[in-house]
């Protein structure tokens, strides 16, 4: 259980900041996003990130709205909410103060 | 997330489905236009996608679904049987109870009569002030009043007289064979208006109408057509005697019309016309019926009608002078004072549906909660099985089951189960409510209903079961229900809130349980005060022996009779009365004091033989029995309450009063106990008794019609004796026949009848409801306690005491009893008010009426309970945490 939660604190993290900068995206263009900031380093699959969209939404960290796209269909595309950018921030300290932890071990030991 | 966005999604799941199917398949898009393999792309979604691609692609889905869905609910019930037999059972016996208790219902009072336009048909009553003071409705109509009504309302109304339908001796043959048939006189127009045709022959006419005694003619009902001649058609043209009246038997009646009166099938219609009361001015003996013409609206012209009618009826009875003869002023304003009502008479008008309303009111509310109660049960049996195949939900959600699809699961599960409980409950359901009726009324005149399956009940158990497949349904399907997307992919759930759901049907359980039971015992205790009301005189070996006499006979014969009984073998003593005690029939007289106008109360009065106190076990206060040569008037014995009321703090004994102004006076012999006259509920009235022998002013003996012989027998069983005695009298060939025989004791017994059933029913569904309850309790404990083994082995592990433990899984439930035991408490309270009219001598406040239901529910939730301690206490940490 441990281990999930982590790995969702971490995506959760990706969503938010990438949001942040570049609102209203739709789900393929937040993979893609992830994935190209980390030079391909970090994937998120499509079979976590949507649960992942769906849970953020329901816990109102960022809002989804249905658009028309130019071909006809529609797109589901998502921005930050206020309490979503509060959210960011709390993940961002954590998330740095994980890193600094690790660090300091990675150096001590 | 809250209960309200859990109904919406259930309501709205299709389009939240379509949502999230719309969504992937633009980001599938996305994917290929940024130049990933298709195949690739969609298989990223993994098998959650591709189920829901295929059920979309097949076209005869849902019935497939339905079906493999029936066929795992089946499996399931299979699985677990003894569960699921327990499940059917309760069901079953709440639903086949709740279907009898609405065929009686709907039967007696909602039914409308198998006639055209029952709906434009009303009857007609008086209400007034009884000669005690209480408000009274008189549906009862002198002829010749009726006939003035009748053409005063000729232009928009048709009205329509009918008598009770009397239980009359009637003979077929000139010997002296005797039997007994309900007889109803009707006016010539009923048939006609009615809109009905006979079976055979011709119907009463409005011809028929023409005169007193002008139409000896009878009509006999299809139903006694049927079972007393076979449906024979030479029936036609036999002659009947009734009294010294003989009738021609002119046609049958249409199959399934039985006459007006519910709960009692009419056998013989005669005309109107036939009754010697029907020339009398002063003797109200019909019922009034109006039916408005076609084309009449009912809104403005019944009440113009009624101002109308209750003012001819007011100028008649204030000009009929043998009406009011000798009544006081007071009791003439109060008599006259009376207001016309018109009350819609569809379904029939009877005293079964008067005394019987109520009644089943309650019993409608007793088996609704005790079909309640096995719903909660099997729905939190369904609940803790669902809570069990948790891992399998969540199989079905990750491989893309929706939410509809969940809910039609677990509706299909619970719909499977009615349906099995419902053909139970139809068997039990016919076998009940006519046994239910059966108990209706004493044994030698039962109450008689058509109680047909037709499309009313079975609408009603349709409805029935799609009530109790939403019952059962609801909780699980709201559950599934409430399932988000997010968890749905995950397979995640909270595994408290089965816990808190049973927890709150619990509660539920036990209010309604304490309800069935609080009533049930205010029920049951009212039904024994009632039984063991002291009497006042002995119903042991008292047969009772109806005679009439066709041409009245002189006392002198009747005592002869009485003689020549009380020489037969087998016989202790013999006496006569005028009527029965307890026998329903009571009559009063005015009584007044040396000359003085009559009292405002009236007393009731008895004609006895000398002997007949002795006979009855009834003691003397002070005084003697009446002798041989006492007659009435001149002699009489009264009862204490009389005593007090017209003599209060005197010695009757040697005072006299007079029956009415100007009457002879009656010399007071003996005062005797208060014994009940004509009803066991009824306090103590002031009741006289004079001699049987009565003389008329110029001492001329007066003859007899009816009266009955009080036989006390040597036999324990006094119908022992019933054939021989009454061939003796029938051999004396004095013009006395025996009509009825009864006991005493029977007649004591009919009293309570209605107060027996009610209790004897209640008693029956507070068992039901409370082994329900207390299985439920059991079940809902033994889940708990199985979800927390974990937690109690870390428990006992950690060091914690048995004490402890016991705490641990009662306390969960005892504040649960409790407040369900409160609201049960608050609603019987409430309840109790609206059939206070059904207790006898008990209050819905006495304590004992409080202290039982809490005792029984505080009883049966410590046997519940036990079973779930005792397994709490035998786990054993070590196994817990090895195997957990």
């Known amino acids: ?109 | 997330m809250s209960i309200w966005s859990r109904i919406s999604n259930a309501l709205h799941g299709e389009r939240l489905n379509r949502e999230i199917d719309e969504e992937l398949q633009s980001h599938i898009e996305e994917a290929i236009a940024s130049g990933r393999d298709p195949g690739e792309a969609r298989r990223a979604f993994g098998s959650a996608l591709r189920a829901r691609e295929a059920s979309s692609i097949r076209v005869a889905g849902w019935l497939e679904s339905l079906l493999a869905d029936l066929r795992f609910g089946w499996r399931q019930l299979c699985r677990n049987k003894v569960a699921s037999a327990a499940a059917v059972l309760s069901l079953a016996l709440g639903i086949g109870c709740c279907v009898a208790a609405f065929r009686l219902i709907d039967a007696l009072l909602w039914r409308p009569l198998p006639i055209s336009n029952s709906s434009g048909l009303y009857f007609l009553s008086r209400k007034l002030t009884g000669p005690e003071g209480k408000p009274i409705e008189d549906g009862y109509w002198a002829t010749p009043d009726f006939n003035l009504m009748r053409d005063a309302a000729k232009d928009q109304a048709e009205l329509i007289a009918i008598s009770s339908a009397d239980r009359t001796d009637i003979t077929w043959s000139t010997d002296d064979d005797m039997e007994k048939a309900h007889v109803v006189y009707v006016s010539g127009n009923m048939f006609p208006q009615f809109g009905l045709e006979p079976e055979l022959g011709r119907l009463i006419a409005p011809v028929d109408d023409r005169g007193p005694g002008l139409a000896p003619y009878a009509v006999l009902s299809w139903d006694y057509w049927n079972h007393r001649f076979g449906r024979d058609p030479r029936v036609l043209g036999r002659s009947l005697q009734i009294g010294d009246q003989t009738f021609e038997i002119i046609g049958v009646g249409p199959r399934y019309f039985t006459g007006t009166e519910k709960g009692t099938v009419t056998d013989i219609f005669l005309p109107l016309s036939m009754n010697r009361f029907a020339a009398l001015d002063s003797v109200t003996w019909h019922h009034a019926f109006l039916m408005l013409k076609p084309g009449v609206n009912p809104d403005t012209a019944l009440e113009s009608l009624r101002q109308h009618l209750s003012a001819v009826s007011y100028s008649f009875e204030a000009d009929c002078s043998t009406c009011l003869r000798g009544m006081t002023q007071p009791n003439i304003d109060r008599y006259l004072n009376k207001t016309l009502v018109f009350s819609p008479a569809g379904a029939g008008i009877s005293d079964l549906q008067k005394e019987y309303r109520r009644l089943l009111g309650v019993l409608g509310l007793l088996v609704a909660l005790v079909l309640l109660i096995a719903c909660v049960n099997v729905a939190n049996m369904m609940t803790a099985q669902a809570a069990a195949r948790a891992q399998e939900m969540a199989l079905r959600i990750s491989i893309g089951a929706g939410r509809r699809r969940l809910v039609q699961l677990i509706l299909s599960q619970s719909a499977l189960l009615a349906l099995l409980a419902s053909v139970l409950g139809a068997i039990f359901a016919a076998w009940s409510a006519p046994f239910v009726l059966s108990l209706i009324n004493p044994r030698d005149n039962p109450a008689r209903l058509d109680l047909p399956a037709d499309w009313r009940v079975l609408l009603f158990g349709f409805g029935l079961i799609l009530l109790v497949v939403l019952l059962l349904g609801l909780l699980p399907a709201l559950r599934a229900s409430a399932v988000r997307p997010v968890a749905a992919l995950k397979g995640g759930e909270d595994p408290h809130s089965p816990r808190r759901l049973m927890r709150g049907a619990i509660a539920l359980q036990v209010a309604f349980c304490f309800l069935v039971l609080f009533l049930s015992s205010l029920f049951v205790a009212s039904f024994q005060r009632l039984e063991n009301r002291p009497l006042g005189f002995s119903t042991d070996r008292l047969l009772l022996l109806e005679a009439v006499a066709g041409q009245r006979q002189l006392p002198v014969v009747w005592n002869q009779t009485a003689e020549a009984l009380r020489a037969a073998p087998g016989v202790n003593s013999v006496a006569i009365s005028g009527w029965p005690l307890l026998g329903r029939i009571r009559i009063n007289s005015d009584v007044s004091i040396i000359g003085a106008p009559p009292s405002p109360t009236p007393a009731w009065f008895l004609n006895v033989s000398p002997g007949w106190l002795s006979t009855m076990k009834i003691p003397l206060v002070s005084g003697r029995d009446f002798r041989p040569e006492d007659t009435s008037p001149g002699a009489a014995i009264v009862n204490e309450t009389f005593a007090e009321t017209f003599f209060p703090g005197q010695d009757p004994i040697g005072h006299t009063f007079e029956r009415g102004a100007n009457q002879p006076i009656n010399k007071i012999l003996a005062v005797i106990p208060d014994v009940p006259y004509d009803d066991l509920r009824e306090p103590n009235r002031a009741v006289f008794y004079v001699p049987f022998d009565e003389i008329d002013g110029k001492s001329t003996p007066k003859a007899v019609d009816f009266a009955t012989f009080t036989i006390h027998t040597d036999a324990q069983d006094p119908l022992a004796l019933a054939g021989s005695l009454r061939q003796l009298i029938a051999q004396r060939h004095n013009g006395l026949r025996v009509s009825n025989i009864t006991t005493q004791l029977d007649l004591v017994r009919d009293q309570t009848i209605r107060e027996r059933l009610l209790a004897m029913l209640a008693g029956f569904f507070a068992v039901v409801a409370l082994f329900l309850a207390g299985i439920g309790l059991y079940a809902v404990l033994n889940y708990s306690v199985l979800q927390r083994r974990r937690e109690i082995g870390i428990r006992m592990a950690i060091g914690s005491t048995r004490t402890s433990i016991v705490h641990l899984v009662t306390l969960d439930v005892l504040p649960i009893v409790a407040l369900g035991g409160c609201a049960g408490g608050a609603l019987g309270f409430g309840a109790a008010r609206y059939v206070a009219s059904l207790f006898y001598q008990v209050k819905a406040t006495d304590t004992d009426m409080i202290a039982l239901p809490t005792g029984a529910i505080l009883l049966t939730a410590l046997i519940a309970t036990l079973p779930a301690v005792l397994r709490a206490l035998r786990t054993d940490p070590t196994e817990i945490l090895r195997n957990g």
């Open chain 1, 1 to 109: 259980m441990a281990k999930t939660d982590a790995l969702q604190g971490s995506l959760d993290l990706l969503v938010l900041k990438i949001l942040s900068r570049r609102p209203r995206l739709h789900g393929y263009a937040i993979m893609a996003a992830i994935a190209g900031t980390s030079g391909e380093v970090l994937r998120a699959e499509e079979g976590s990130l949507y649960p992942a969209l769906y849970r953020m939404e329901e816990a109102g960290w960022i809002r989804a709205e249905w658009i028309k796209k130019g071909s006809g269909r529609r797109a589901r595309i998502y921005e930050l909410t206020a309490a979503g950018k509060k959210q960011l921030g709390v993940e961002e300290s954590r998330w740095q103060s994980v890193v600094l932890a690790i660090n300091r071990v990675l150096r001590e030991a």
